[in-house]
């Protein structure tokens, strides 16, 4: 089995450390810092996380590359900065992405163009998410991420 990352932070699943462990490091730092003993929060698991169904279903000719699952559009709502880290850590996703495309080749990724202009929807790669994220809140429209991986013999993806 393949180890997935957080749903809602940094690392795999399998690395949160024991809650009790969790609690002992937070009262250290508290009590270092001069903050009042509180109670230590829990990440939301992601089968609680109310997640408004997509707005927009990929096309059949576009089904291979794209994902709509819960896993998929939660990790793909926010990105890793400590604000986005928090709201998903407890569950906030006001406006999660729709779908996740991944396109295999330059093919691929002019349907998926296509599509999205076809359907109004927006297409948002990964080098512009941190600027838009901060903005998500307000986003009323489709959003489908575009996740390109390196391809094979290169060392980046290029989008001209």
């Known amino acids: ?7 809602w932070g940094w690392g795999f699943e399998d ?5 009790e462990q969790v609690e002992a490091a937070a009262a250290g730092a508290r ?24 707005r927009l279903d990929p096309p059949d000719s576009l089904a291979h590359i794209c994902a709509t699952d819960r896993y998929a559009r939660v990790t793909h709502s926010y990105g890793k900065s400590y604000r986005d880290v928090v709201r998903a850590f407890r569950g906030r ?3 999660p992405t729709d779908v996740v495309v991944r396109p ?3 093919a691929d990724l002019e349907r998926v163009l296509a599509w999205c202009e076809e359907a ?7 080098a512009a998410t941190c ?3 901060a903005r998500m809140a307000i986003i009323t429209s489709v959003a489908v991420r575009l996740w390109l991986a390196t391809r094979a013999g ?4 290029r989008i001209e």
């Open 131 to 133: 600027r838009l994220d």
């Open 120 to 126: 109004g929807a927006w297409l948002i790669a990964p």
């Open 104 to 106: 295999a080749d330059d």
């Open 31 to 54: 009590a270092h810092l001069g903050l009042p003993p509180a109670e230590v929060e829990r990440p939301v698991p992601l089968d609680s996380i109310e997640l408004a169904p997509a």
């Open 15 to 19: 690395q949160q450390p024991p809650h």
């Open 1 to 7: 089995m393949t180890r997935r990352r957080k749903h």
């Open 154 to 157: 290169s060392s980046q993806t």
């Open 93 to 95: 996703f006001d406006n």
